[in-house]
């Protein structure tokens, strides 16, 4: 257990969480789907174990970041509540079939992988990634697999030979082909020794380096922290150095402190001041601006292709999705009338952690779906297209049609027997979004 106390215990917080950090814990239904998903998988989560204050939001859209190794980390960070100063446990060969169970049960399609630090292990945990991995795409290889790192550094005095180990170990990790590679800095160099106890700056910058020395197909990312005591011109100065080495990708978070035995807060930044460091960002760059598709959203493409050019993300899953509905509709009407139904049924309750502009009453001014004729209505025009997408988590993992069958499994049947149907709507669905984003 974690200790119950510690030299941070004493120093009280010194102001009160500000309103604009406050978020809602997001919807029961979907949070408590995916901890009974981990916990009969008997996995764990950096969500749960971290206790991250965002897995509400998280859990409620379906995502969760798997934490691989067990739930002992052998470093001690200052900031982390994942369980320390216990031996930590054995090896489990089975861990990795288990996640990709669980990855199989949620309908995961982008799936990040974490792990505790794990100096005793001769590889120092570069195994739980390749192995998860494998796992994970033995059941479908078209998932996409972001991984989150430790440094990999130890077990020999000569640094030479300590940096030679790194490099082997995380190109085992890089050779199992993940589609980001993400490895936190967490802090500013001052505070490093205080932070991240057992890490150091210049080995985790070296480590992002090897990576885009070794595979520079792969994306980079890091992320910071920010409230630990850090001054505006040392976080400008870490950006300077995550760019030297070619990281492409960054995260810039406000630090809550898990509990009074952990780091105290020293201030919250203000929206403000994370939007000026994000115009620094992309003045550093080529850091990537993430935009999350959907045709509410389409009419600012060509302005954002504009201003962004090719520093740009676009995340299509929630569009992807439906898609594979599109499929469904065409090849198997009745089973897409079944998950409109079930959809409309879970719309007052899913979304609570979304921010659309269908309600309630636009939902029940649809027409039940019939055939071919209300396509449109619920897969190209904005109210129907929220439905089926807010509702998605609960579609995925609890909805069944009228034979029993789990909607997931009558999704697939479909997209296996059409592939070629699926994957035409999918070219002309992301060439719509590239065709607008280089209107630009």
């Known amino acids: 257990m974690q200790p119950s106390r510690s030299r941070y215990s004493a120093i009280p917080p010194a102001e009160r969480l500000p309103e ?16 009974a998903v981990v916990k009969q998988q008997r996995l764990h989560t950096i969500c749960e174990e971290g206790r991250c204050p965002n897995r509400g939001e998280c859990y409620a859209a379906g995502t969760a970041t798997f934490l691989l190794g067990g739930p002992i980390c052998t470093r001690s960070c200052a900031f982390c509540q994942v369980e320390k100063g216990q031996a930590p446990v054995p090896f489990d060969a089975a861990e990795a079939e288990r996640v990709a169970e669980a990855v199989a049960v949620l309908g995961l399609r982008y799936v990040v992988l974490t792990a505790v630090a794990r100096d005793d292990l001769a590889d120092h945990g570069a195994v739980l990634f390749t192995s998860t991995m494998a796992a994970i795409r033995r059941r479908n290889p078209t998932i996409a697999i972001e991984v989150l790192t430790p440094d990999f550094w130890g077990g020999h005095r000569d640094d030479a030979e300590a ?90 978070g406000q630090y809550l402190r898990p509990s009074l035995a952990h780091i105290p807060v020293d201030r919250y930044w203000t929206p403000e001041e994370f939007a000026e460091l994000g115009a620094i960002a992309r003045a550093l760059g080529p850091y990537k601006i993430s935009l999350h598709s959907g045709s509410d959203k389409f009419s600012i493409y060509p302005i954002v292709g504009r201003v962004c050019g090719e520093h740009l993300h676009v995340k299509t899953a ?16 009745g089973l897409f009338g079944e998950i409109a139904t079930y959809s ?29 004729a209300e396509e449109p209505v619920y897969l190209d025009e904005v109210t129907g297209r929220q439905l089926l997408h ?18 997931r499994d009558g ?12 994957s035409e709507l999918l070219e002309r669905h992301f060439t719509r979004h590239l065709s607008l984003l280089n209107a630009g």
């Open 318 to 333: 929630g569009t992807s999705y439906l898609e594979a509905l599109r499929t469904v509709a065409r090849i198997e009407p």
């Open 344 to 372: 409309r049924g879970r719309f007052d309750e899913d979304r609570a952690s979304y921010h659309i502009s269908a309600t309630p009453a636009l939902i029940a001014a649809l027409p039940p779906y019939r055939g071919p």
């Open 411 to 422: 999704i697939l049947d479909v997209l296996t027997q059409r592939a070629d149907l699926h």
């Open 390 to 407: 807010v509702t998605f988590g609960s579609v995925l993992t609890l909805g069944r049609d009228a034979r029993g069958r789990s909607f």
């Open 163 to 252: 940096i030679a180990a790194q490099r082997q170990r995380l190109s085992a990790v890089l050779a199992a082909e993940p589609v980001c590679f993400n490895h936190n800095l967490e802090t500013v160099q001052r505070l490093q020794g205080e932070v991240r106890r057992g890490a150091t700056y210049t080995r985790s910058l070296g480590l992002l380096a090897a990576a885009r020395e070794l595979a520079p197909e792969i994306p980079t990312k890091s992320g910071l922290m920010l409230g630990l005591g850090e001054r505006f011109e040392e976080v400008v100065a870490t950006l300077r150095d995550l760019r030297a080495v070619d990281c492409q990708r960054l995260t810039l």
């Open 20 to 35: 604009w950090i406050r978020s809602p814990i997001g919807n029961a239904s979907a949070l408590e789907t995916v901890q």
